[in-house]
């Protein structure tokens, strides 16, 4: 396996903010990820369904008791063309009272059943209370590297990333959700991100974001500022309308109306990345506050307080996305598609050149 590295820590502005300890959602306390991977099988598509398997299941938990101790949230719809299911709840009722989990498309009710599997057993007084958890499930299309019609995403594996969520530093790149997913026609999946913000009265809080990238033409790649998908020579690689989901997270005492705040300013990051929110392409941001005053909205911070979270909200938007592409690996999957890892070396040069005067001599 070839090592990846972050284009931070190659040297690439990624913005102005400090990062936390591990950049990534896990910075925020009490997060925790989980993932379950699938790849087996390699060649022609089996139209029984039987692979080649390329997909997986990815689990977030802002805290863990949400059923008892729901977080607010906010969501905005970027572009709606997406199948994620619990949506309308956390519209109408800004909270967020169940885990996140992530899939492709057609696996959204498997792990939909599997997540109300887990839930039941460990609160047996669901459905007797008169009250139930509404299930969030959100999905990216990963059927040009997977047989996704086989639905090999079964219901144990949402039990089972649940069960291995974990503290970070997280898995990113072909990992979980994230194993058959592209980016601008390359190979996308899972990336993350956070940033610190200090707030006017002197706290200090955390802003984490995870991406599932599934998105875009290479033509339209942007990284800090540079059209580097027009100089990347590669060869021709099939489009397949895909989508983008992200989920935010922060400790700050903030509102459900100022959380979807955040969330629209997320389509700021994604457009320092070159996507335009192409037809196809549901794009989708979930924002959670996990501070423990959920229940009373005086405790928000002002208004007048929120420009550094929405910096924080566009650095680590367009970061995450990033991140999927320079850590994510070449994958070969169904009827032998490729999507080919971002060439780093290459990518570099460019922006060198680029930066350096020189990109008219790029062809």
Known sequence: MVTRYSPRSLG????????????DISDVPGVLVGSVSLVRGVGPLDSNGRGPVRTGVTAILPRANLYHQPCKAGIEVINGYGKSIGVP????????????????????NDVGSGVITYLLKKYPEIGNDARTPNVVVMECDDSYLNDIRGRHVKPWDAILALQ????????????????????????????????????????SYIVGMLALANFGVLEDFLLAGVPVGKFLSLPAMGYVPGS?????ITNAPLSRWQLKQLARRASLGIAR?????????GD???????????????????????DEFFRAVVESTAESIWNALFFAQTMEGRDRNIRLALPIRKTLQIVRNWKGGFSHNLS
């Open 12 to 23: 690439l502005w990624m913005g102005q903010m400090a990062v936390g300890p591990h950049n």
């Open 244 to 248: 983008l989901v992200l989920i935010g």
């Open 273 to 281: 990345t070159g996507s335009i929110s192409r037809t196809g392409s």
């Open 89 to 108: 709840f956390i519209q109408e009722m800004g909270l967020l009272n169940s885990p996140i989990l992530l899939t492709n498309t057609l696996s959204v």
């Open 164 to 203: 291995r969520a974990a503290k970070g530093p997280i898995e990113q790149g072909n990992v979980g959700a994230g194993v058959g997913m592209s980016c601008f026609q390359l190979k996308g999946g899972i990336g993350s991100s956070s940033r610190l913000v200090l707030e006017q009265s002197g706290h």
């Open 284 to 306: 989708f941001c979930l924002m959670v506050s996990t501070d423990v005053n959920e229940h009373n909205t005086n405790q928000s911070l002002s208004d007048w307080a929120l």
